[in-house]
């Protein structure tokens, strides 16, 4: 099968019931995570140029100690057109039950699917339900391929384009946001934007030069892009260029003079390269404007220390 590989599937993220006795508060809790989720992945779809409307290949999980419940809960799924794929022992010595089915499903329609699994998995005593995956309803082709993904990105346009992106990146499929700012800017759309999109898209891709490059280009297109030099000092920090970082940080500060984080980054650098009584002041300033700033006030309480270690 081929399984949407843009988010992990709800069998590895979804929250389970403790147990029957779970107060009905906790339950609504989970059950809200659960449909937000969903939503969330179904919106990743249509972002990709999925057309939820057509048949997809649905994979339902269920496991249990008692395999006899299993293949119980399987022969009531066979008989409404599941397919069975695998009754198995897992790496914990739990069955794994995974059946199929090619259908077509909205999120809502999906999350209703879910309450009626969960239902009778309740019903034949089965531990739990564990989750779902969607993939193409052919298994030899993945549901999105890169070329189908550039023949939906290709058919938008300027404003529409720049939103598909903005889409993608809040979804975090942050390889597709990647390539449709980066287009963008092969259009000049947006460019300080679109700079600062990719390189945060890149960042997440654990692609740091190439991030710190685009976070440049967005400076250099907009000089007053705050954020940009924010993110910059915040890499540089965590290369150990702390010279580089404070120069970001205060750039940024001069722009945005009252942002205790600001202030902070500012202080932190300072005492990396022992300009301890600066960074003293710099946290002093942070703790002015934020009181609760948590890693101003250990920074200030280590300064204090030296203090009086010198």
């Not at 404003?159 to 000049?188: H, M, P, T």
Request: proline content about 3%; some cysteine.
């Amino acid at each position: 099968m081929s399984i949407l590989t843009a988010f992990l599937t709800l069998s590895l993220i979804v929250l389970t019931l403790a147990g029957a006795g779970c107060a009905q508060r906790e339950a609504t809790l989970i059950d809200n995570t659960q449909k937000e989720l969903t939503y969330r992945i179904f919106n990743s779809l249509i972002a990709q140029g999925v057309d939820i409307n057509k048949p997809h290949l649905y994979g339902y999980y269920f496991y249990d100690k008692d395999k006899s419940k299993l293949e119980r809960l399987a022969a009531e799924l066979v008989k409404q057109d599941y397919t069975l794929v695998r009754l198995e022992k897992n790496d914990n010595d739990e069955i794994t039950l995974q059946l199929e089915k090619v259908e077509v499903h909205s999120a809502d329609s999906h999350i209703q699917r879910e309450q009626e699994l969960r239902k009778l998995a309740s019903r034949f005593s089965v531990a739990d339900y564990d989750g779902w995956d969607v993939g193409s309803s052919d298994p030899a082709k993945p549901l999105i391929t890169d070329e189908s993904f550039r023949q939906f990105m290709n058919s938008k346009k300027g404003d529409e384009l720049f939103d598909l992106g903005i889409r993608l990146y809040d979804l975090e499929v942050n390889d597709r946001a990647a390539e449709v700012f980066a287009e963008c800017l092969k259009q000049k759309i947006k460019p300080d934007v679109s700079s600062f999109k990719l390189a945060g898209a890149l960042l997440a891709l654990e692609k740091t030069d190439d991030a710190i490059f685009h976070f440049e280009q967005a400076v250099k297109f907009n000089p007053k892009y705050v954020d940009a030099y924010y993110n910059l000092g915040a890499i540089y920090y965590d290369l150990g260029k702390n010279q580089r970082s404070l120069e970001n940080y205060e750039a940024a500060d001069k722009l945005r003079p009252n942002d205790d984080a600001v202030v902070y980054g500012i202080a932190a650098n300072q005492y990396a390269l022992g300009k301890y009584s600066e960074s003293m002041a710099s946290c002093n300033r942070a703790l002015k404007i934020n009181p609760n700033n948590p890693p101003a006030k250990e920074l200030r309480e280590m300064l204090n220390k030296k203090r009086v270690l010198n």
